[in-house]
Each structure stands twice: as structure tokens, then as C-alpha cells.
Nanobody, 118 residues
Framework: QVQLVESGGGLVQAGGSLRLSCAASVSIFSLNLMAWYRQAPGKQRELVAVIGRGGTTSYADSVKGRFTISGDNAKNTVYLQMNSLKPEDTAVYYC????????????WGQGTQVTVSS
């Protein structure tokens, strides 16, 4: 069983920055694909950023150039650096792992709230 624990959410003004952390109970190298999703009230869940075990990354168009996903194998932690935040980035952010490479996560964290005020 893999446990993922997010932290770093909070309230920030538009244009500000936050860094989310996701601490895994196992080596993140073993988790194949890790990703951040978000869900705003009344909206569908959205894939924000993905990082593979080799360090390859991809991003939703809505966050390209503003968000950066990275991993620290020594700390078993994945990060999401969020810059130039906008009110539309307000959501609960979830850390996930796709250990079987089946195209969808099989482990989820509990989520962390990010609120961007205008």
C-alpha cells in the first residue's frame, strides 16, 4: 500500500507563488508515473502535471510556463511549484501515483486546498 501526503496549500493573492509537496511512503522512483490533479467546485477533475521515473514531464495547457513538477528521490517527495497564480487555479490539488502504467492513478493523496484571491 502506497501512502501519499500533500502539504503546502493555502491562500495566496493573484500573481503569487506556492509550492506543493507530496511525500510518498515508498521510493518515488518505483511509482512509475506521479501526477498532480486538481478539482475546483462544480468542475471536472483536471490533470495538471505529470512526471515519469526518468524525469520527463508534461503539463496542462492552462499551467504551462507557470507550474513546474519535480521529484526528489532522496526525500521520496514530488513537488509542484506554482508561480503567477490566478484565481482560476483555485482548487483542491491531489497528488497521485500510477504504479501499473494503466493510464490512471491507483493511489491518491488526501488533497490540499489552494485558494487564489483576486
Amino acid at each position: 500500500q502506497v501512502q501519499l501526503v500533500e502539504s503546502g496549500g493555502g491562500l495566496v493573492q493573484a500573481g503569487g507563488s506556492l509550492r506543493l509537496s507530496c511525500a510518498a511512503s515508498v521510493s518515488i522512483f518505483s511509482l512509475n508515473l506521479m501526477a498532480w490533479y486538481r478539482q475546483a467546485p462544480g468542475k471536472q477533475r483536471e490533470l495538471v502535471a505529470v512526471i515519469g521515473r526518468g524525469g520527463t514531464t508534461s503539463y496542462a495547457d492552462s499551467v504551462k510556463g507557470r507550474f513546474t513538477i519535480s521529484g526528489d528521490n532522496a526525500k521520496n517527495t514530488v513537488y509542484l511549484q506554482m508561480n503567477s497564480l490566478k484565481p482560476e487555479d483555485t482548487a483542491v490539488y491531489y497528488c497521485t501515483a500510477d504504479t501499473r502504467l494503466i493510464g490512471k492513478p491507483d493511489y491518491w493523496g488526501q488533497g490540499t486546498q489552494v485558494t487564489v484571491s483576486s
